[in-house]
T-cell receptor, first 117, second 113 residues
Framework: DAGVTQSPTHLIKTRGQQVTLRCSPK?????VSWYQQALGQGPQFIFQ???????QRGNFPDRFSGHQFPNYSSELNVNALLLGDSALYLC????????????????FGAGSRLTVL | DAKTTQPPSMDCAEGRAANLPCNHS???????VYWYRQIHSQGPQYIIH???NNETNEMASLIITEDRKSSTLILPHATLRDTAVYYC??????????????FGQGTILTVHP
């Protein structure tokens, strides 16, 4: 059973460009959350998608947007890239429908490392 | 989510128990304590969670004090592969907190041969 898969694993962009990162959730999961992890820091919540809609959002500008498809996979888009957007972008999947009470168990992918020059 | 405080780093000898402390003195009654770890170049991995009772699974044990203001993650027989950053998170796990984890700096656990 494949876990969470993310692509690409590494990419380099220049300031002002746009980037799209992709995520396939763990089989059976219906919810995707995206996190940004700067070097030496813990992951920071960007937003979450469920039923193809953004359900909640962290403290990130509108340059960060996303999408969830009917098969539960998801994309993260970042426009007008800044040097400070260089980070590891993590996708995490989980189950909303039928989850156990008190369960906030996320399955993370290995991430996409973005370098902005 | 309640604020958690962890030591920045700890060392442990291979084969010995690793005891990782976490302080969460402002935790509310409906908040669970979660532990995740992140091995270098990988995404975080769920370890264990609990509300007020001690919990054990195949990876670790979680001991929560009676007043719930602190907890300890125990890796009973640490191996070199347990070297990682360990994150303690207090979250109510429901509503707007579901799927939205607040990671701090964590504890860097280094297991030595």
């Amino acid at each position: 059973d494949a876990g969470v898969t993310q692509s690409p694993t590494h990419l380099i962009k220049t300031r002002g460009q746009q980037v799209t990162l992709r995520c396939s959730p763990k089989s059976g999961h219906d919810t995707v959350s995206w996190y940004q992890q700067a070097l030496g820091q813990g992951p920071q919540f960007i937003f979450q998608y469920y039923e193809e809609e953004e359900r909640q959002r962290g403290n990130f500008p509108d340059r960060f947007s996303g999408h969830q498809f009917p098969n539960y996979s998801s994309e993260l888009n970042v426009n007008a890239l800044l040097l400070g957007d260089s980070a590891l972008y993590l996708c995490a999947s989980s189950l909303t429908q039928g989850r156990v009470a008190g369960a906030n168990v996320l399955t993370f992918g290995a991430g996409s490392r973005l370098t902005v020059l | 989510d309640a604020k958690t405080t962890q030591p920045p780093s700890m060392d442990c000898a291979e084969g010995r128990a690793a005891n990782l402390p976490c302080n969460h003195s402002t935790i509310s009654g409906n908040e669970y304590v979660y532990w995740y770890r992140q091995i270098h170049s990988q995404g975080p991995q769920y370890i264990i969670h609990g509300l007020k009772n001690n919990e054990t699974n195949e990876m670790a044990s979680l001991i929560i004090t009676e007043d719930r203001k602190s907890s300890t993650l125990i890796l009973p027989h640490a191996t070199l592969r347990d070297t990682a950053v360990y994150y303690c998170i207090a979250t109510n796990a429901g509503g707007t907190s579901y799927g939205k984890l607040t990671f701090g700096q964590g504890t860097i656990l280094t297991v030595h041969p």
